[in-house]
């Protein structure tokens, strides 16, 4: 079965700060992996995707991530905070069968950035 | 852009009752999802549509039922609604299920407030 695991359901950071958003896998194959944001009252959107192609995956607004085989773990990181970038943040890991797959999301872990 | 449009956006039920959740996407895309939000739990599946005609169960499909209407819409029904079901109900669509590098991204509607009382 795969599934992951968000480490930390608040993170608080300074703007201006490194973002460090923890997100780690289980999986009996080859994952493909997503970091979507939710912010409040709104759908998700898909920030970035790690599909096998480059092990560092840049996203948008400045987001990006680096799957580590060895650590299980596909951590999501920003240089410098900013205000805009408070919202919820899920990682995310695809399930099924070829053909018939669907994403299986983490708990979130909710982003709050300080002035 | 319309992308995926849900209704209602809210509902107060009654337990017991009976309604149906709307969700239809104009990106021509060939899967569609619904999930379920609740706090510290993040997203669950209930059931997708991997293509027009398909159906499966995802993580918590007990007390739904689906359909895939046509390859636009796929609505989400609770039959005998409970207090359990009280929930933030996302639809969602994707042109495949096979993520590739430069395709089959998932796509959000906005939500639905279901509260049963």
Redesign the interface.
């Known amino acids: 079965a795969q599934s992951v695991t968000?480490l930390g359901?608040h993170v608080s950071v300074s703007e201006g700060a490194l973002v460090l958003l923890r997100c780690n896998y289980s999986s009996s194959v080859p994952p493909?992996l997503?970091w979507y944001v939710q912010y409040p009252?709104?759908?998700?959107?898909?920030l970035l995707?790690y599909?096998s192609?480059a092990t560092l995956v840049k996203g948008i607004n400045g987001f990006e991530a680096e799957f580590k085989k060895s650590e299980t773990s596909f951590h999501l990181t920003k240089p410098s905070a900013h205000m805009s970038d408070a919202a919820e943040y899920?990682c995310a890991v695809?399930r099924?069968v070829?053909?018939?797959?669907?994403?299986?999301?983490?708990?979130?872990t909710r982003l709050q950035v300080q002035p | 852009n319309a992308g995926v449009t849900q209704t209602p956006k809210f509902q107060v039920l009654k337990t017991g009752q009976s309604m149906t959740l709307q969700c239809a996407q104009d990106m021509n895309h060939n899967s569609m999802y619904w999930y379920r939000q609740d706090p510290g739990m993040g997203l669950r599946l209930i059931y997708y549509s991997a293509s027009e005609g398909t159906t499966d169960k995802g993580e918590v499909p007990n007390g739904y039922n689906v359909s895939r209407l046509n390859k636009r819409e796929f609505s989400l029904r609770l039959e005998s609604a409970a207090p359990s079901q009280t929930s933030v109900y996302f639809c969602a669509s994707s042109l495949g299920t096979e993520p590739t590098p430069r395709g089959n991204t998932i796509y959000f509607g906005e939500g639905s407030w279901l509260t049963v009382v």
């Open positions: 968000q359901s493909y997503f009252n709104q759908g998700l959107q898909l995707k599909t192609a899920f695809t099924g070829a053909g018939r797959r669907a994403l299986t999301f983490g708990s979130g």
